[in-house]
């Protein structure tokens, strides 16, 4: 079978591997579609806190049910999506029904090898039913889930006012659910292509993030600022400044990650008595409200997906997507 390997930084291959075979309570995937997202950008860049080359990227997933191990019950032929956090099932976190935030966690694509291949092999706990999803849109959930993830990790107890930071895939998906959660929400970025792209597709506003975004956050709040700020850059200077557009009272969210220590200013994070949250993966109730949220029409997945490209191609087409950031916001590989 066709693997898509990221050998080192900056260097990806097309490589032949033997076709997996499925154990007991395992399944094989046919992999139809793979989402490309940050992390898969910055496996390819060589900036990813958490992982060793060589890998096979790939954690955004739609396919098909090909093989079933002993002990499992899907059908061959299924369309699936994949939860692709495979947790022990035993340490602290899990045993808090927390599996997304596992001591032990293995992300497929970056733990472990991933979907960036013709067929995977994966514990038929991961497997997730996708019927009624185009093989696009299955693949689309994954990330949907994360910003699903965030905003029911926030407090929504006299929440009006919803800021999110950073209008990437994961920023615009917190801010599609907190839409659906009723909030007021205002992106922003510094990239003004994807503000106006937000604007005009999915009709969320935004603003600039430049020299003046506090000034301008603050007259539109008549300077109350913001009861939620989810920050979605993974730059930690970005996620330092995201404090001061907190209201008092408020909470900031990390959805993003970033390598290093990050510092707030010990007063101005006292005298909000701000909430300090982070926000990881996805749990199977939140893959479960995406694929609702995709059926009923709240998302418009036909609006996110604004790149395709072949398997094959990848080696040589990841860098001019990445190049191109501020006009991709979701590029999806067929396989």
Do not use: W
């Not at 929400?185 to 600039?208: E, F, K, N, P």
């Not at 191609?313 to 916001?329: C, G, N, Q, Y």
């Amino acid at each position: 079978m066709r693997a898509i390997i990221c050998h080192e930084p900056f260097r990806l291959g097309l490589v032949a591997r033997d076709t997996p075979v499925a154990g007991p309570g395992e399944v094989l995937i046919r992999i139809r579609r793979v989402g490309l997202c940050g992390t898969d950008y910055h496996i390819f860049s060589g900036k990813h806190p958490f992982l060793n080359y060589p890998r096979v990227m790939g954690h955004e997933l739609s396919g098909e049910v090909a093989g079933l191990g002993a002990g499992t019950s899907l059908r061959i032929g299924q369309p699936v999506t994949i939860n692709p956090y495979l947790a022990c099932g035993i340490c602290i976190a899990c045993r808090k029904a927390k599996p997304n935030a596992c001591v032990n966690i293995r992300v497929l694509g970056v733990h472990i090898d991933g979907g960036m291949c013709d067929m995977l092999v994966v514990p038929e706990s991961a497997v997730v039913d996708a019927e009624g999803l185009t093989a696009d849109q299955a693949a689309m959930v994954e990330f949907l889930a994360i910003g699903a993830h965030a905003v029911t990790r926030a407090p929504a107890a006299g929440v009006e006012r919803m800021l999110v930071v950073g209008a990437g895939p994961i920023g615009i998906a917190t801010a599609l659910f907190g839409r659906l959660r009723g909030f007021e929400v205002i992106l922003a970025d510094r990239r003004q292509a994807r503000l106006d792209y937000a604007r005009d597709r999915l009709g969320l506003d935004g603003v600039q993030a430049d020299d003046r975004l506090e000034a301008v956050l603050g007259q539109h709040t008549r300077g109350d600022m913001f009861d939620l700020v989810f920050d979605a850059t993974g730059s930690l200077p970005a996620m330092r400044r995201s404090l001061g557009l907190v209201a008092h009272g408020g909470a900031l969210v990390l959805v993003g990650v970033a390598v290093g220590d990050l510092t707030f200013e010990d007063p101005e994070f006292h005298k909000r008595e701000a909430m300090l949250i982070a926000s990881r993966n996805a749990l199977s109730s939140d893959f479960e409200r995406v694929i609702a949220a995709i059926k009923s029409g709240d998302i418009p997945t036909d609006q996110l997906q604004t790149q395709s490209v072949d398997a094959e191609e990848l080696p040589t087409r990841m860098p001019d997507l990445i190049a191109r950031a501020d006009s991709v916001l979701k590029a999806i590989a067929h396989f």
